[in-house]
């Protein structure tokens, strides 16, 4: 039977999450916008998911604003913040060298508007010093900050609390790309201090192109998609009826089933990681810090990342070299870089992200694949 690692990636449509999505995708195609009694029921349902997901996070429902995916979340949050104070000091944006490249482009694509961008550096662990954060906010004024709660690649966890206080006292404002982490980690705007927090529906189980970006009501946010009152005029747009409550019901089943997800998720990692430190030839990144419970990055010594994807894929395996939105693109990850690493050590990077799906004989033949690889490379 085929193995889905690449969790990360995506995840498959709960079967509970379809159900809820059902009546709006058979039932009459009532638009939420209109003032008969099917235009009001779909509206009652996007404003039940709008619960649903605000109670993920710790937000206020007011605060959700859909969007097409985490992709159009995350530039919503660092583009919206910025125009907002267009032609006003301060319009500068840090970000942290090792975030998605949803980030990392909308980030730089200001630089055309006249904003000054700059990246965070990590260490060797991928975690972003608080201290060199602190000297690089002293330089000049700040707008925004984005650094992602988990990284996607290595699934490396940054110390959110910690940065946003640092972040707060300097006067700007801090946007969390919580795209990996909902789902495997409790999160909570309040505990994490967040000003603009992203959300994305297909890597908790439910269905793609819906996402949210939950934002504070006192951060100063424009519009970037015009042409209708929906998302109380910051997003014009007709409303996906029946992939909201997806996200919605998705959303609550991520509250209530987080413990068993991740003590799921640990064991297989646990198997995993003992079963990696018996291949001499494996690179560990990230190794000696919090990741998420569902995540590693390993490089094979010898072996460039995606021949060891494709020769897995053969075996029936699917994992990943790194971000989905990077792949195919022949170069090292940017992560990696950011790290320290080489590039041929970066290039050879590849990505396990298991699932509620997956089992211990999944990783068990992973592992005896990935040895028997190894041992051909020795021989």
Known sequence: MPIYFDHNATTHLDARVLEAMMPYLSGPAANPSSLHRYGRLARDAIEAARVQVAQLVGAQPRDVIWT????????????GVMQAVCGRVPSRVLYGATEHPAVMEAAESLRSSGCEVEAIAVDHRGIIDANAL??????APTRLVSIMRANNETGVIQDIPALAAIVHAAGAWLHVDAVQAAGKLAVDMDELGADLLTLSSHKIYGPKGIAALVVRSDVELEALQHGGAQERGRRGGTE??????????????AIEELDPRTQHYAQLIEQLDAGLRQIPEIVMFGDGVARLPNTRQFALSGYDGEALLMELDRKGIAVSSGSACASGSGEPSHVLLAMGFDPVTAKGAIRVSVGVVNTTDEVARFLHVLAEIAGTLRS
């Open 68 to 79: 097409s995916g985490g992709t159009e979340a995350n530039n919503y949050a660092i583009k």
């Open 134 to 139: 602190e000297a690089q906010l002293a330089k």
């Open 240 to 253: 996906n009826v029946a992939a909201i409550a997806g996200f919605g019901r998705a959303a609550e089943l």
